[in-house]
């Protein structure tokens, strides 16, 4: 049992050491960035940032960001693929000290005193991207990239004169993440969902099947795992259902956007993030299902270190790895008496 355990967790190290790697934007949703004093203040602009918000017909929103001369100044503006969104196609302009300036300004669109632009008119592709992180669709409308050459405050004006709709503007290109950033991953990318446009309920719907539908099957064989009573057993049965719902929630993601855009070797990124929390389920499932004649330390020690790696992993929507984190510290027995056979 050992042996085995030692060679599961040595497989699912590899996964979440290599999870990283594959990082992608920082996912934020600014409000309330519609003039320049009120402009969303971007922090270490050569880091990779995803800023995703809506903008209303007429509207401008604004960002600023302070860059050192010679610094790599990164900005592609993109919005969902959502049918409703198809008509909404927003430009952004760059302003600031010492740009070669080019295009023409909207008269809607305040200009900092002393700064020149960049005008980067959207433009519609005829496909869509496959983002094999999130995973995601999305069109790329273009971007700008120049060498700052001046220090100073540089800003975005996003701007669409005649329609509204959800975009995102991707600005610096360092990929990296603060711990806080990483542990915020699931939430934030629930909310990227809904930025796509997606019902939360529909979009939960899989990870709640696969539990529904699991715990069926375990009640259904009731006979076999009576120990579904004990705490230990019924809160890592729920973990390793939610793990393995997990997987189930990236996959149809991933099927959507596949819908949406067409198949890439991004997808094979997107499919270690559905194997992942499945073996982490399974695992979990075999831990807490065997049978036994008494709950050592072994199967607390395991399951703990399945809900620690969960966490890593982006695994279980946080309540995954709380559930398998609690059982390994509850009673391995139901306090329920048995009846006895008359």
Known sequence: MRRKLIIFFAILAICALFT????AHSPVFPGNNTSLDSAYVVNDPTKSWALYTTLQPGQVQYYRFDVTQGESIYVQLYKNTE????????SFVLMGPGLTSNGTVPANVAVPPGASNIVMQGQQPDEATYEGFGPGSFYDLGSVEVRAPATGTYYVAVYDAANGGAYGLAIGERETYTPTEYVLIPYSMFQVHLWEGQ??????????????????????????????RSPFTLLGTLAGLIFI???????????LAISRSSV?????????????????????LRVVLQRREQTGIWPR???AILGLIAIFTWTGIYVGPALALLASIMPAYSSMPTQKAS
């Open 20 to 23: 990283p790697i594959v990082s």
């Open 83 to 90: 049918a409703s969104n198809l008509g909404f196609l927003p």
């Open 199 to 228: 019902n939360p309920l529909v979009l939960l719907a899989p990870m709640v099947l696969v539990v529904v539908v699991g715990l069926g099957i375990l009640v259904m064989k009731s006979d076999k795992h009576a120990s579904l």
């Open 245 to 255: 719902g997990t997987g189930a929630y990236t996959l149809v993601q991933m099927l």
């Open 264 to 284: 890439e070797p991004e997808a094979l990124i997107t499919l270690i993030f559905v194997l992942v929390p499945v073996i982490l389920g399974i695992l979990a």
């Open 301 to 303: 020690v395991a399951i």
